[in-house]
């Protein structure tokens, strides 16, 4: 049962990444749009994302909830020592949401949209800037449980270089994700041409992010390259990630959509696989070396197991549900 | 402020902030599933528009309770690790269930908004039922976990270790039924008559009255009911707390010594220095009969509790009073209603009641952020009942103060922005639906 757990936890953190890393990505690209275009961006973000984006952060929660009923310590430990981060991002995420709904249901369009529309922008950028930190912090060994004072305690274990630039690699993939997404659902060609601009764009900061990333890990002494490279799963899931972003650069120009969200979901999922594979199933690593294990810091056997049930009968109501969702309005999104 | 007192305000601002909106996105489908469902009927446009009217504020409101349940479930974390700790893998249950419930409702949400005259119309309806349903589904399951906290079982306490973990006993612990009812009837009775109040206001002034009423009617239908219902489920409650929480039941009462034939005290200042309450009305022997049915049993007071596990009597007994208080008034205007309804029609022409309506907007609210003061000041110094105290759970992270700065500053200009945008949504509707009356009257 633990495994179905954990593997519920991998698939709410990987979808998080896809869709909700698309959603988040929509509010970057606005806030790297030029003036004049920022309204037509807008529209088309409204049209792709509205009807999904309750569901999308849903995702987030499943995956706190799975870590608070099946892994206490590991979530605890979290709460402690990521409090900072955690906030900020909250902050984030609470601006986002709001922001969002509020520019599109105020009944008067007004000067308030500006200040909607900037809070959307940057509180997009802040959020997954800080989805990153917290994740890099976690296997950076920068949490360090027996730290005496508070900087060392609460602001060490997230501020570091690694843990910024794996920030900016996150806000880069969310980025991309969504210019990816969006192409499919425009209508002109121009704008088909912007977003594949955009998406080229966004691809090129994710590899030099991803570059920084490396660099600041070689240079901590953090054995990144190690990790990802030290098994065959991890160097197959690179090598494919890389042929498939060769082939995306080579077909990006056909604006074969479906094609193109293919193969950016499978290189970012092959980006997390490749990460997490290695460190299964120590998902944190402290200061002091030792790892907290899944397999070690499990809760009791039977809340383990009833988790387990409730997930399964939950997915047994939501997916279809979701499908059918999205399914509808993209069908639907067409015809309008 | 010392840090302590910070997280326990901070977790009381944010769940106080977010039950408003959490009541709302549990009630307000279902008086739009009526007024959609008069809409597929009689095709008369004002109920559409009325539909349509309430699901923008509702998405409004939606999203607000979203992210503010979003903000909880990390602090729960944040401020309580040491309860989390323990308490997560126990009362984890209806969280894992509650996080069904919260995606169907989001899923159907999503059809619901955006569905409007692209599906079959009925199934566009039924969205919007499955929106409240799994809505208050996911109420009844938090409820579950915070009954848990008045009332820990489904584990063995042995020597600071918690085993024999069961989390299903624990989901269905002694207070849950009880909570969960009174909840759930709270929420329908304080949403009524919120948006009852709204629209009666509109109404006595005057404006787009077809509008107003109609939906004064279906709102106030409900709200009425519920304020009805509540009083008996409250009754429940409280035999309920008398059998399972006594610190607590003293301190709603400010029942400071054991005795038979206990009062009933009425308002009145608790001195929790001098074990008195100035100013009460007292009605002997009431307590006895509300709390077990016999008007000479003896009620446990607080000198029978170590004083270092004595909740604040004060707090307590205001919140109690309020509650019940409004209880009372709330009860009176249904009853006239639904009497002024029983005898004539036309009672939108009776001033007097439109304007009680209107003053009653906030009551319900009122009275549920009362309740909930009750059930959670009451359950002082627990965290856990009798297992864990509050202090024992804190976060060590200094500076929580700042935390508590912040998120106040956030929530008051949430408030803020969505009173203002609530206040544009109903000036609008003058323009937006000002064609309802001549239409739906030309068609009927
Ligand atoms: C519209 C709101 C509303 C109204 C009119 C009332 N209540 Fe209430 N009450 C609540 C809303 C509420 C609540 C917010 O929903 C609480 C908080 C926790 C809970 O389960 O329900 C609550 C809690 C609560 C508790 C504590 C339960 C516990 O700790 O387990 C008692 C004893 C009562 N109520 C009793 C009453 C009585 C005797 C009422 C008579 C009129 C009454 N309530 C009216
Ligand atoms: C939404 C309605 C709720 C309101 C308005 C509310 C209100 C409050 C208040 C006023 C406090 C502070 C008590 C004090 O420290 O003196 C508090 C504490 C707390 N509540 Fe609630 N509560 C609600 C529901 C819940 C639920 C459903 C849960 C859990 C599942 C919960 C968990 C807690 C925790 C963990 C604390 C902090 C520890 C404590 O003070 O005992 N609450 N709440
Ligand atoms: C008695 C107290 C509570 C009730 C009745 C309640 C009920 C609800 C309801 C009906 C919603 C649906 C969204 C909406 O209508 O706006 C909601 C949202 C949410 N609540 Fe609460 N809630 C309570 C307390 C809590 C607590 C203590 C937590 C966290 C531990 C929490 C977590 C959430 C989350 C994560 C969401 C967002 C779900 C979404 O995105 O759709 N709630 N709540």
Redesign the interface.
């Given at each position: 049962m633990i495994y179905v757990v954990i593997a519920f936890l991998w698939a709410a953190i990987w979808l998080y990444l896809l869709l909700g890393g698309a959603d988040f990505g929509a509010g970057i690209l606005e806030l790297f749009t030029s003036d004049k275009n920022k309204s037509k961006t807008r529209k088309t973000v409204y049209r792709v994302i509205?009807?999904?984006w309750?569901?999308n952060?849903?995702w987030?929660?499943?995956a706190?909830?799975?870590l608070?009923?099946?892994f206490?310590?590991i979530?605890?430990l979290?709460?402690?020592h990521m409090?900072i981060p955690?906030?900020i991002m909250?902050?984030g995420?609470?601006?986002r949401?709001?922001a969002?709904?509020?520019r599109?249901?105020?009944?008067?369009v007004d000067d308030m949209q500006v200040v909607y529309n900037k809070i959307f922008q940057y509180s997009s950028f802040i959020t997954p800037f800080f989805l990153g930190i917290i994740a890099a912090s976690t296997v950076s060994g920068a949490i360090d449980t027996e730290a005496k004072d508070?900087l060392s305690?609460?602001v060490y274990s997230w501020l570091n270089w690694f843990s910024i630039a794996v920030g900016l690699f996150t806000v880069s993939i969310c980025g991309f994700l969504a210019a990816i997404f969006i192409i499919g659902e425009t209508d002109t060609e121009e704008d088909k041409r912007r977003f594949i601009q955009k998406a080229k764009f966004m691809n090129i900061a994710a590899v030099i992010t991803g570059g920084l990333v490396f660099i600041i890990a070689y240079l901590e002494g953090i054995p990144l390259a190690q990790w990802i490279f030290g098994n065959p799963i991890g160097t197959i899931a690179i090598s494919a990630a890389t042929l498939s972003l060769i082939i995306l650069w080579k077909t990006i120009d056909k604006k074969n959509a479906v094609q193109l969200r293919i193969l950016a979901g499978f290189q970012v999922s092959m980006i997390l696989l490749s990460l997490t594979y290695e460190h299964f199933p120590n998902i944190i690593l402290l200061k002091n070396g030792e790892y907290l294990s899944l397999m070690e810091y499990q809760?009791?056997e039977?809340?383990i197991a009833?988790?387990a049930w409730?997930?399964l009968?939950?997915s047994l109501?939501?997916l279809p549900?979701?499908y059918y969702?999205i399914y509808?309005?993209q069908k639907?999104g067409k015809v309008h | 402020m010392d840090d302590f007192l910070a997280a326990r305000s901070q977790m009381a601002l944010s769940l106080g902030f977010h039950i408003i909106f959490a009541c709302i996105g549990m009630v307000m489908p279902f008086f739009m599933a009526v007024s959609h469902y008069y809409y597929l009927k009689t095709k008369k446009p004002v109920y559409k528009n009325i539909t349509k009217a309430w699901s923008?504020g509702v998405?409004?409101f939606?999203?607000?309770g979203?992210?503010?349940?979003?903000?909880l479930?990390?602090?729960?974390?944040?401020l309580w690790?040491?309860f989390?700790?323990?308490a997560?893998?126990?009362f984890?249950?209806p969280?894992?269930?509650?996080?069904?419930a919260?995606?169907?409702e989001?899923?159907?949400?999503?059809?619901f908004?955006?569905?409007w005259d692209?599906?079959n119309p009925w199934f566009h309806w039924f969205t919007g039922v499955v929106v409240g349903v799994s809505g208050i589904i996911s109420g009844i399951l938090v409820v579950a976990a915070n009954a848990w906290m008045n009332n820990p079982t489904g584990f063995d306490y042995i020597n600071g270790q918690y085993?024999n973990?069961?989390?299903?006993k624990a989901m269905f612990n002694d207070a849950w039924l009880s909570q969960a009812l009174h909840m759930s009837i709270a929420a329908f009775c304080a949403t009524g008559f919120a948006v009852a109040g709204v629209h009666a206001y509109m109404l006595l002034k005057g404006k787009n009255k077809e509008f107003h009423r109609k939906s004064f009617r279906i709102a106030a239908a409900f709200g009425c009911i519920a304020a009805i219902l509540q009083p008996l489920s409250g009754d429940f409650s409280a035999k309920d707390v008398a059998k399972r929480q006594p610190a607590k039941l003293a301190a709603m009462e400010a029942h400071f010594y054991t005795e038979k034939r206990a009062p009933l005290i009425i308002g009145g200042i608790p001195n929790e220095e001098k074990q008195t309450v100035d100013y009460a009305l007292k009605i002997p022997g009431l307590l006895s009969f509300i709390t077990h049915g016999d008007i000479n049993a003896e009620v446990t007071g607080l000198d029978q509790i170590p004083k270092d596990e004595h909740p604040p009597v004060a707090i307590t007994h205001y919140a109690f009073q309020i509650m019940v208080g409004l209880g009372m008034i709330m009860l009176l205007i249904s009853i006239l209603y639904f009497y002024s309804l029983w005898k004539k029609h036309n009672l939108m022409d009776k001033k007097w009641l439109l304007k009680l309506f209107a003053i009653a907007t906030p009551m319900g609210y009122i009275a549920v952020e009362a309740g909930w003061t009750v059930t959670e000041v009451g359950r002082q110094p627990w965290i856990i009942y009798g297992i864990m105290r509050t202090a024992d759970a804190v976060?060590?992270?200094?500076?929580i103060v700042y935390?508590f700065y912040?998120f106040t500053a956030?929530y008051l200009s949430?408030s803020f922005?969505v009173g203002f945008?609530l206040y544009?949504?109903i000036?609008?509707v003058d323009t937006?639906y000002d064609i309802s009356e001549d239409l739906s009257n030309k068609q009927s």
């Open positions: 509205g009807p999904v309750e569901a952060h849903m987030l929660i499943i706190i909830v799975i608070f009923v099946g206490p310590k979530y605890t979290m709460s402690v409090h955690l906030v909250l902050v995420i609470i601006a949401g709001t969002f709904t509020f599109h249901y105020d009944a008067v508070f305690a609460y809760g009791e039977k809340t009833a988790l409730a997930l009968l939950g109501f939501i549900a979701l969702l509808s309005f639907k | 923008k998405a409004i939606f999203a607000t979203a992210v503010s349940g979003t903000a479930s990390f602090e729960l974390g944040l690790p040491e989390m700790k323990h997560g893998p126990i984890g249950m969280f894992s269930l509650e996080g069904t919260f995606f169907i989001a899923i159907a949400l999503g059809f908004l955006y569905g692209k599906f085993i973990i069961d989390p299903i976060t060590p992270m200094p500076g935390s912040l956030i949430l922005i945008m544009r949504q000036k609008m937006l």
